[in-house]
């Protein structure tokens, strides 16, 4: 499928999108996030494919949803429409792990997507925030849920309410992103963690996101159990007896995703 608005390409076993407005800093309207969707879930259905990559320019991976496209949008637009939910959250379907490279300015809907990615790696130039209040709406595509989540209520009220931005030092401590690497470093970094994630079990890996992602949504006590179960169930893999009779035989493992 031929893009307009997102770079696609492969490194190994690992599936990359860049967003491409880079004359807006990757503003999010409709046709990007429906390309993204359908880029990711080509990686995702592409059985050579381990892990996927979403990340901007330096100076953006995205300013937010499209400003100038939203602005003349009425309530009875974007219900009928419904608007985000129809193609946004794409990402939330995709089964293997996707992580967040994040450069520049990481704001709204694109603070937004970032955590609906798996993990975020930030670039020390990295800004977060969720100003929408500025433009007298409140975030959409999950920042009131997803950001408290990740960082306590205090600081994502204080995001939400004032519109600041945060930088990639306080994000880190805060919680919202894994690493903060030097912005030369970035690509290097992100496709070291995705090759050695693509290199694992895709059965594992799969599983292991699933459960995590369960303690978002529910109990401690149901995701525990569901936890147990997945646990049980990879031991029904062709995968549980190559990587344990690797460690015991000093060699590496080859797993063959069965
Ligand atoms: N949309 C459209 N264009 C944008 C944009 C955006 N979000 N952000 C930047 N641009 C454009 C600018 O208009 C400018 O275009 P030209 O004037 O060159 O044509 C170009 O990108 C460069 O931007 P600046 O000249 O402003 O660059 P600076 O370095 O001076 O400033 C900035 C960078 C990121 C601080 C600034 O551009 C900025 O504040 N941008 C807006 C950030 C923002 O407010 N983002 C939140 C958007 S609201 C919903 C669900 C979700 C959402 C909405 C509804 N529903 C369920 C209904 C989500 C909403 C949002 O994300």
Redesign the pocket.
């Known amino acids: 499928m031929a893009y307009e608005l997102i770079l696609t390409r492969t490194e190994g076993k690992v599936g990359i999108v860049t967003l491409n407005r880079p004359?807006?800093?990757n503003?999010?309207n409709n046709e990007l996030m429906d390309e993204l969707g359908a880029a990711l879930k080509a990686f995702d259905a592409d059985e050579n494919i381990g892990c996927m990559i979403v990340t901007g320019s330096e100076?953006?991976f995205a300013?937010?949803?499209?400003?100038?496209a939203?602005a003349t949008?009425t309530f009875s637009d974007?219900y009928k429409g419904d608007?985000?939910t129809r193609n946004w959250e794409t990402i939330r379907s995709i089964r293997k792990p996707v992580i967040a490279a994040v450069s520049g300015?990481a704001?709204?809907?694109?603070c937004?997507l970032a955590m609906m990615c798996d993990f975020i790696i930030a670039a020390d130039n990295a800004k977060f925030g969720q100003?929408?209040v500025?433009?007298g709406?409140i975030?959409?595509?999950g920042g009131t849920q997803r950001l408290p989540r990740a960082v306590g209520k205090s600081k994502a009220m204080d995001l939400a309410l004032t519109g600041r931005m945060m930088d990639a030092t306080e994000a880190e401590r805060s919680g919202l992103v894994s690493r903060v690497v030097p912005l030369d470093k970035l690509m290097e970094e992100s496709l070291g963690a995705a090759l050695m994630i693509s290199d694992y079990s895709q059965l594992a890996v799969m599983a292991a996101k699933e459960s995590v992602n369960r303690s978002f949504e529910g109990t401690l006590a149901d995701g525990v159990m569901f936890e147990r179960r997945m646990f049980h169930a990879m031991f029904a893999t062709a995968d549980q007896k190559e990587g344990m009779d690797a460690f015991v035989n000093k060699r590496k493992a080859s797993f063959g995703n069965k």
């Open positions: 004359k807006q800093l503003a999010l100076k953006a300013a937010g949803a499209d400003i100038g939203m949008y974007v608007y985000i300015f704001l709204g809907g694109g937004e100003p929408e500025k433009l709406i975030p959409g595509a």
